[in-house]
């Protein structure tokens, strides 16, 4: 089967970003895992690194050591090649212990009209999908939450959000692994590191990986 | 072992930070200004990407226990050292108990310190730069205080003589506007956006290692809303809602939900990182081939740089 080559952009002087889609997505989310990992087993020329967000693959490469125009076919032959992926199980699943105390519980349940247990009750049944790594080191975008407890991020951003923060905002679910400034509503707080660079690998939490918070006392 | 006697606003260890993690989300990090930092290493004889003190934000004091070569690069300001001036892209030696005193910094925001074989803290995860947002890497994750002590790393063979100062040519220069290429989602601004970007000057509102925010004209923003987060560099130029352009800087996040109007060149990122807050940036749009050919020209001035100081050094 042939499909249309994806969109491929460049990200400044040295990175192309690859456009599988433009939404939220499991499945899309999946494929355009195994297309980071079909890229990467291409080893090509002057390629650093490959790394997966949402819906698009980023490809960071040295523009002296390998010629752009050739670069972006290949990418794009490799991301034609790529089948989505069937729902497969995840390989690791992550019990994330969390007292649901955060600052924003009450006003999250008076914004969605739920009662505080009900919020914490659909914020544990799932069990989430990491999408991807990023804005800090270790921070994981967990999704789908529910949609009933979906609301847009905080008009001003917290200038001091705690480490270990549980935070959810939009259909999305997340820790924060350091004291950032963040947008996110605090549902609660977790003891788990998200991030130790001491350790190997040095994310808790890696693409692809299941997630379930377990309420504690 | 050199000795902070009095730590600026802002003191830090930085080299090159680390090239790859973003996967991780791990920032590229390191030093704001790249090329001032590897034009002093190489002066010195270090590798390029040799650790150095970042200095920002006001007057400090570093002693030195044993004789010890260095080189200032980046943010002018008055410097002295042992009591003489000390130029900047200069070899200067510190005699033993000698101090560098720095009493403000005149022009740009970040200055280099950078010492003959380094500052030899363990590298993290491959890097010796501070992250301040995660609180790892450098001395302790953390700004340099009063008393805080570093080690430097062994110092080349046949270093530099004292004195030694580099051409004019071969230091950065910060001349024209600041380069863009289109960013991945200029085709979804309207026009009017990226010709505003083009012609307006806008000014540092203010600035961290995350990002600068700028103060300008407002750019268009229509129907961009839900953009799933995507890949993001230091030097892209995001457009949050109130239009008003946030330049991502080498600490900033590598994933971003914002719409990337233009990216920065790197060697531009280095010259942005040096306007302080209200210096006017005025920006000029390149084709990629064009990005390249500039690419090529930093690094064979960092090669010719090379070659000065091997044939200075005979």
């Known amino acids: 089967m042939s499909r249309p080559a994806p969109a491929i952009l460049p990200l400044g002087e040295s990175a192309l970003t690859i456009a599988i889609g433009d939404r939220v997505d499991p499945g899309l989310n999946a494929w355009t895992r195994a297309i980071r990992d079909a890229i990467d087993r291409a080893s090509l020329p002057g390629v650093r690194e490959v790394i997966a967000a949402y819906a698009t693959v980023t490809v960071f490469y040295d523009p002296l050591a390998a010629d752009t125009g050739h670069l972006a076919s290949a990418l794009g032959e490799i991301a034609r090649g790529v089948e989505p992926p069937p729902a497969a199980a995840p390989t690791r699943l992550h019990r994330v212990p969390v007292r649901y105390d955060g600052q924003d519980l009450e006003a999250v349940a008076g914004r969605t009209g739920l009662s505080v247990q009900e919020v914490i009750a659909r914020h544990a049944e799932r069990t989430y999908t990491v999408y991807c790594l990023g804005f800090v080191p270790g921070f994981a975008y967990l999704g789908e939450l529910d949609a009933a407890l979906a609301l847009p991020r905080r008009e001003a951003p917290r200038r001091r959000v705690p480490a270990g923060s549980v935070a959810i905002a939009g259909r999305q679910t997340g820790v924060y692994p350091y004291e950032t400034p963040g947008g996110w509503h605090l549902l609660g707080h977790t003891d788990l590191v998200a991030f130790d660079p001491a350790r190997e690998p040095p994310a808790l939490f890696a693409p692809g990986d299941a997630v379930r918070f377990e309420p504690v006392a | ?314």
């Open chain 2, 1 to 314: 072992m050199i000795t902070v006697r009095q730590a600026p606003a802002y003191l830090a260890v930085q080299d090159l930070g680390w090239p790859v993690g973003r996967g991780l989300g791990l920032p590229p990090g390191g030093a704001m200004d790249r090329s001032a930092l590897q034009t002093a290493n190489l002066l010195l004889g270090n590798a390029a990407g040799a650790a150095a003190l970042e200095w920002a934000i006001g007057a400090g004091t570093l002693a030195f226990e044993a004789p010890t070569r260095l080189a200032l690069a980046g943010a002018g300001g008055d410097a002295r050292l042992g009591g003489s001036d000390a130029p900047p892209f200069t070899v200067l030696e510190a005699r033993a108990g000698d101090e560098l005193r720095v009493e403000r910094l005149r022009s740009g925001a970040w200055l280099y310190v950078c010492l003959c074989g380094g500052v030899s803290v363990p590298p993290i995860l491959g890097s010796r730069s501070t992250l301040l947002t995660a609180g790892f890497g450098g001395h302790g994750g953390r700004l340099l205080r009063d008393d805080d002590r570093l080690p430097t790393g062994r110092v080349p063979d046949r270093a530099p003589a004292p004195g030694l100062a580099l051409p004019a040519e071969l230091r950065p220069a910060d001349e024209g506007p600041i380069r863009i290429l289109a960013g991945p989602q200029r085709a979804r601004f309207p026009d009017s956006a990226w010709d505003a970007l083009l012609a307006g000057e806008y000014r540092i509102a203010a600035g961290s290692r995350m990002g600068y925010r700028l103060d300008g004209p407002p750019l268009a923003v229509p129907g961009l809303g839900d953009l799933p987060s995507e890949a993001a560099v230091p030097g892209a130029v995001q457009v949050p809602p109130d239009g008003l352009p946030i330049a991502l800087m080498p600490d900033g996040p590598t994933i971003g939900g914002y719409a990337k109007l233009a990216v920065v060149l790197a060697e531009d990122v280095d010259r942005l990182a040096q306007r302080v807050p209200g210096a006017p940036v005025r920006f000029e749009a390149l084709t990629l081939g064009e990005a390249h050919a500039h690419l090529r020209a930093a690094r064979a001035r960092l090669e010719a740089l090379t070659t000065w100081v091997e044939r200075a050094r005979r």
